[in-house]
């Protein structure tokens, strides 16, 4: 202890400590100066240092020495400063399009406001998708389509952030969901991929039906920590080993059901898409999954899926479903026999 009381590695472990309490005045004008400069300085993402962190890093460096001060300025008013709603996140949003008009809109207008950029990835969309998603602020790109897992990854590669978000054309973020992603921000995410629930809302429903059934996906990530597989059917993020997942409580609303008929002719076109990727990776499907794959598939919708929830409705979904699953496996063994012939041959 020193003779006034104080502890000699507080008072002496400067040996300028003197001249530095001199400046003391002077410092502490450099300091509100340097805060009155950047607190403008929109560059930082941010419009000002609180006025509780100012008094902390005053506190903190009252009698630092001078030439340390540039650098802890600096960096307070970069790391401190958190993420008010008023304020956009430093996140990219990307969504891939074929004719969305529709609900391209419901898209964009859910994220807009609160992210930092919205791009989307056109693949030649013959209705107005374009006009409105560059109505409703995003920046559009066009690209021919190459499968979902690669027009993707094509996606990725236009975002400037290294947090992405992605949604589909026919998503929309819940404000529940927005205000929990806000809030990782404060002042930066300590995970590196999220993954939230996706729920499904049907034309007649206003929202997802209290029960429903929700499937998870990787959506909101550190592109250093996961991407985008290049499958052509699989759009899914692949995280990369060690990377810390979280999962966001919020939910997703998907209106993926335009009609039973568009419904039917997507999964036509799916079930196509299916197969070559199948034969791709020379995977092969017993002929005997053409007895069992309707019947386990619909109970899989019905039961597991809780497609009952719904009633007659539901019927319809998990006959829908099953087909679905069956159509893939019968045009697969088609394939297969239209091969076996042509070696014959």
């Known amino acids: ?21 001199r400046h003391g005045v002077r410092l502490h004008r450099y300091v509100l100066n340097r805060y009155e400069r950047f607190s403008s300085d929109v560059s930082f993402g941010n419009k000002g240092l609180r006025m509780a962190d100012m008094r902390k890093f005053w506190i903190q460096n009252a009698y630092a020495a001078p030439h340390a001060i540039h650098a802890s300025v600096g960096l ?17 949003v990307f969504i891939i399009t074929l004719n969305e008009d529709d609900r391209i809109e419901t898209a964009i207008r ?14 030649g969309s013959s209705d107005r998708t ?29 975002c400037k952030h290294d ?17 929990e992603i806000v809030s990782l921000f404060k002042p930066f995410p300590d ?8 729920l499904d809302i049907f034309p007649h429903e206003d929202k997802a039906k209290k029960w429903a059934y929700g499937y998870w996906q990787y959506r909101l990530y550190n592109r250093h920590k996961g991407r985008f597989s290049d499958s052509s059917v699989h759009d899914t993020v692949r995280p990369l080993p060690k990377a810390r997942i979280d999962t966001l409580k ?21 079930s196509d898409m299916q197969v070559n990727d199948m034969l791709q990776r020379g995977r092969h499907i017993s002929r005997w999954r053409l007895l069992t794959e309707f019947p386990l598939a619909f109970l899989k919708g019905y039961v597991l899926r809780r497609q009952f929830i719904y009633g007659f409705w539901g019927m319809a979904l998990a006959y829908n479903y099953a087909f679905s699953r069956f159509l893939r496996v019968a045009k697969m063994y088609e394939t297969e026999l239209n091969q076996k012939t042509r070696r014959d041959q």
């Open 191 to 198: 995970t590196d991929i999220c993954r939230v629930e996706i």
């Open 1 to 21: 202890m020193s003779q006034n009381g104080a502890p000699k590695e507080t008072c002496y472990q400067d040996k300028n400590f003197a001249t530095n309490r």
């Open 130 to 158: 374009v006009e409105l998603a560059k109505a409703c602020g995003a920046k559009v790109s066009h690209n021919d389509w190459r499968g979902y897992g690669e027009q993707k990854r094509h996606a990725e590669d236009l």
């Open 110 to 123: 859910s994220v807009i406001q609160w992210v930092d950029e919205v791009i989307v990835v056109d693949s």
């Open 250 to 270: 919020a939910k997703v609303n998907h209106r993926s059901m335009r009609s039973l008929q568009v419904s039917v002719a997507k999964m036509n076109r799916i």
């Open 163 to 179: 947090w992405l978000l992605n949604i589909d054309a026919d998503e929309e973020i819940t404000t529940a969901l927005r205000d």
């Open 76 to 92: 307070t008013l970069r790391m401190s400063k958190p993420v008010t709603s008023t304020d956009k996140l430093p996140v990219s």
